[in-house]
């Protein structure tokens, strides 16, 4: 007898088509799961339970600060006894020893001075002299919102610049002594008790009405500086500057003069990260077409420069993370944020969010508050991969998120910053800049759809926004992703004090 096969073989059929569907469906589960990702707000009312590492690491041990300076009957600086200086220490907390401005100077303003100074120790210590405003916020490294001498000096000697910071912290100056970054830095102002004359004088309608400053140097005695053989590059640097060139000219950039900075002091203040104390004096001074008369007390505002403490707000000290009482962000008290130092150890305060990678759709904002920042100081915000923190480096790769920092002249950007898996970091030139002392909303967004599939970030300070197009095949590359919070620089640089509040943020 014959048996018919037709119906086993539409059976197998049916099920090697069921199997496909299946595994098509199961493939489609699989695909989708590996780009899933949800959002989660975090509104800081209580703690969050983030990972620390390296985050709250301030010395046992503090600094002593000692703070000694304002009038003085000695007779260093000045042709007759009288003076104003002393004992000057660096420290995050600002001192100062000034004459009010009434009313407050601003860049529309022309403004005059002149004095001499002379230095007499002044290992690892810095100052300030010049027209300043007296609400610092300390830890800005040099004082925001001001026009004047910044002073550093190194055990043999002292180095000299001129600069004018904004409101905004936005910077322009000049060095008086020569300075090639990392290459040719010498010390030249001396720690004898030599006497320096020196006149600065600010045009608010030259250089096409974006204003300029003027800055002379002379000294009796220190008229030449034998630097040794030197390379052509550093003999060129040490012929535009200080004892062989007496006077520098400085023209606003048109962005700075707009931003504008107010001045309702004038006198000495310390530079405000900690570090060593310096004896130094100012003498022989006019401001505003006025002589200072020092044969007397000229019962000028001190702030903090008659006192000792405990600093423990050392460099490289890191204190940051969940805090409760604050709300600098704005809102009711609970945030995250403090100070991030730029420089080892390396150190992070995030979330446990993945894993998640070039494939998702990332997306994170809030409210931010840049309270103060010093020059070459930066850090970090967004997804990063938990790993670094077995690397002295750091974060080298796998970072999908914000930069906080830029040059001085600009202040700090905030900008997106992608790197890859292998290393590769696609960043923007320019971008919103964030002020200090102001809550901005801000937003990030990295969408892998887009820039025709390559993958593209836009991050958002206020109104202004920028945009940052991954390269060709650079998604490819991937990144691993399973934190998201701060992260530090280690390369050696100053300190970010910021905060955030109501974040939301992607998370698998």
């Known amino acids: 007898m014959r048996i018919s096969t037709y119906p086993a073989v539409v059976r ?85 020893y000034a004459a009010p401005l009434t009313p407050a100077r601003t860049l529309d303003d022309k403004l005059t001075a002149s004095g001499t100074f002379a230095a007499s120790s002044g290992k690892g210590g810095g100052v300030f002299f010049g027209f300043f405003n007296s609400q610092q916020p300390g830890g800005s490294g040099r004082p925001i919102s001001s026009l004047g001498l910044d002073l550093g000096f190194k055990r043999n000697g002292g180095r000299l610049a001129v600069r004018l910071i904004s409101s905004g912290n936005q910077s322009c100056g000049t060095f008086i002594t020569p300075f090639l970054p990392g290459k040719f830095r010498p010390t030249p102002i001396k720690l004898d008790g030599t006497r320096y004359h020196w006149t600065l004088d600010y045009d608010p309608q030259a250089a096409g009405g974006n204003g300029r400053f003027t800055f002379t140097l002379h000294s009796d005695t220190h008229k030449t500086e034998d630097y040794g053989p030197l390379p052509e590059n550093f003999q060129q640097e040490a012929q535009a500057r200080f004892p062989n060139t007496t006077t520098f000219t400085v023209d606003l950039p048109p962005e700075l003069r707009k931003e504008g900075a107010t001045f309702d002091r004038f006198g000495l203040c310390n530079m405000t990260k900690a570090g060593g104390a310096m004896n130094m004096f100012f003498g022989d001074l006019e401001y505003d077409g006025q002589v200072q008369d020092l044969s007397k007390d000229p019962g000028w505002i001190g702030v903090g420069n008659r006192t000792n403490f405990e600093d423990h707000e050392m460099v490289g000290a890191h204190e940051y993370g969940y805090s409760a009482k604050t709300s600098f962000a704005g809102g009711s008290p609970g945030e995250v944020g403090g100070m991030l130092w ?167």
């Not at 301030?58 to 600060?65: F, L, W």
């Not at 992070?348 to 494939?359: H, I, K, S």
């Not at 960043?427 to 002392?437: D, E, H, L, T």
């Open 342 to 508: 730029r420089g080892l150890p390396f150190s992070f305060y995030a979330d446990r969010v993945g894993p998640l990678n070039l494939e998702h759709r990332l997306e994170a904002s809030g409210k931010v508050k840049l309270v103060t920042a010093g020059p070459d100081s930066d850090i970090f915000l967004g997804w990063f991969n938990s790993s670094a923190k077995d690397k002295s480096a750091g974060v080298a790769e796998n970072f999908v998120g914000i930069h906080v920092g830029g040059p001085t002249r600009v202040g700090h950007y905030f900008i997106p910053v992608l790197t890859t898996a292998k290393g590769e970091k696609s960043v923007v030139k320019r971008g919103p800049v964030i002020k200090p002392g102001k809550t901005f909303d801000w937003s990030l967004v990295y969408d892998p759809a887009a820039n025709a599939g390559n993958g593209e970030m836009r991050v958002t300070l206020g109104t202004e926004s920028v945009t940052l197009a991954l390269k060709p095949e650079q998604k490819n590359q991937g990144a691993s992703l399973d934190r998201f919070g701060f992260f530090t620089s280690t390369t050696g640089g100053q300190m970010v004090k910021i905060y955030l509040d109501d974040l939301k943020y992607t998370v698998r």
């Open 12 to 96: 197998n059929m049916m099920l090697v088509a069921i199997a496909s569907m299946f595994a098509n469906h199961v493939q489609r589960i699989l695909a989708a799961d590996q780009t899933s990702s949800t959002s989660k707000l975090e509104q800081f009312d209580h703690d969050p339970g983030w990972e620390g590492y390296n985050n709250h690491n301030v010395p046992k041990d503090a600094r002593m600060v000692k703070q000694d300076f304002g009038y003085s009957k000695t007779q260093f600086a000045n042709k007759n006894p009288g003076e104003i200086g002393g004992c000057i220490q660096r420290a995050s907390t600002p001192a100062s």
